[in-house]
T-cell receptor, first 109, second 110 residues
Framework: KNEVEQSPQNLTAQEGEFITINCSYS?????LHWLQQHPGGGIVSLFM???GKKKHGRLIATINIQEKHSSLHITASHPRDSAVYIC???????????FGPGTSLSVIP | EPEVTQTPSHQVTQMGQEVILRCVPI?????FYWYRQILGQKVEFLVS????????KSEIFDDQFSVERPDGSNFTLKIRSTKLEDSAMYFC????????FGPGTRLTVL
C-alpha cells in the first residue's frame, strides 16, 4: 500500500487559473515537503510544513494533520509553473524522505 | 543562499564500470542522503549517513553501492560494476528535518 498518494496525476490548466494539487498520506509524520521538479530533473523545495498554512508568492500550502492531508495551491498560474509537483514527508526528524508519485502540471498560455 | 552541489551533472559509463558520484553538502549539515529516480518513476531512498556511518539503507542499496565522506566535505556514492538498470538520476540531500536537495547527477549506463 502506498503511504502517500497525490491527485490529480496529471493536470492541464489555462494560464491564470487557480490550481490545487492534493496529497494524502497514511502514517504519522514529522514534516511534509512540497517539491517542484522541472523537465531538466532538479528538485526544488517549495515548502516544508508541519502544521497550518504557508504562503510564498503565488504558492500556498496547507496541511491538516488530523486528516493526513495537504494541498498545494497556485494562484494566477503561468506557463513557467509547468513542472512535476511532488508531495514528500519525513516520519521523524532526520529520517529519510518518502516521496509521492508527483503531479504533472502543464499550464497553457 | 547555501546550496548542495553535485558533480558530475551527467555521467555516461559502460556496463561493468565503476562510477563515483560526488556531493558537496551545505557546510554545517551533519545528515546526508542519497536518492535515485529512474526515468518515469518516483524518487526513492537509497541511504542515509550520519557521523561517518550509514544510519539506514534501502533494499536497493546492496553490496554494489557504498558511501563515504573521504575528506570531511565531499560525500560520495560509489557504484561498482554498473548495470543497465542503474541508469537514473541520483540526488544527494543534506540537512535533517528539512532536507536540501542537490541538482542531481544523471547516470547513463550503456
Amino acid at each position: 500500500k502506498n503511504e502517500v498518494e497525490q491527485s490529480p496525476q496529471n493536470l492541464t490548466a489555462q494560464e491564470g487559473e487557480f490550481i490545487t494539487i492534493n496529497c494524502s498520506y497514511s502514517v504519522g509524520i514529522s514534516a511534509l515537503h512540497w517539491l517542484q521538479q522541472h523537465p531538466g530533473g532538479g528538485i526544488v523545495s517549495l515548502f516544508m510544513l508541519s502544521s497550518g498554512k504557508k504562503k510564498h508568492g503565488r504558492l500556498i500550502a496547507t496541511i491538516n494533520i488530523q486528516e493526513k492531508h495537504s494541498s498545494l495551491h497556485i494562484t494566477a498560474s503561468h506557463p513557467r509553473d509547468s513542472a512535476v509537483y511532488i508531495c514528500a514527508f519525513l516520519k521523524t526528524s532526520y529520517d529519510k524522505v518518502i516521496f509521492g508519485p508527483g503531479t504533472s502540471l502543464s499550464v497553457i498560455p | 543562499e547555501p546550496e548542495v552541489t553535485q558533480t558530475p551533472s551527467h555521467q555516461v559509463t559502460q556496463m561493468g564500470q565503476e562510477v563515483i558520484l560526488r556531493c558537496v553538502p551545505i557546510s554545517n549539515h551533519l545528515y546526508f542522503y542519497w536518492y535515485r529516480q529512474i526515468l518515469g518513476q518516483k524518487v526513492e531512498f537509497l541511504v542515509s549517513f550520519y557521523n561517518n556511518e550509514i544510519s539506514e539503507k534501502s533494499e536497493i542499496f546492496d553490496d554494489q553501492f557504498s558511501v563515504e565522506r573521504p575528506d570531511g566535505s565531499n560525500f560520495t556514492l560509489k557504484i561498482r560494476s554498473t548495470k543497465l538498470e542503474d541508469s537514473a538520476m541520483y540526488f544527494c540531500a543534506t540537512g535533517g528535518n528539512e532536507q536540501f536537495f542537490g541538482p542531481g547527477t544523471r547516470l547513463t549506463v550503456l
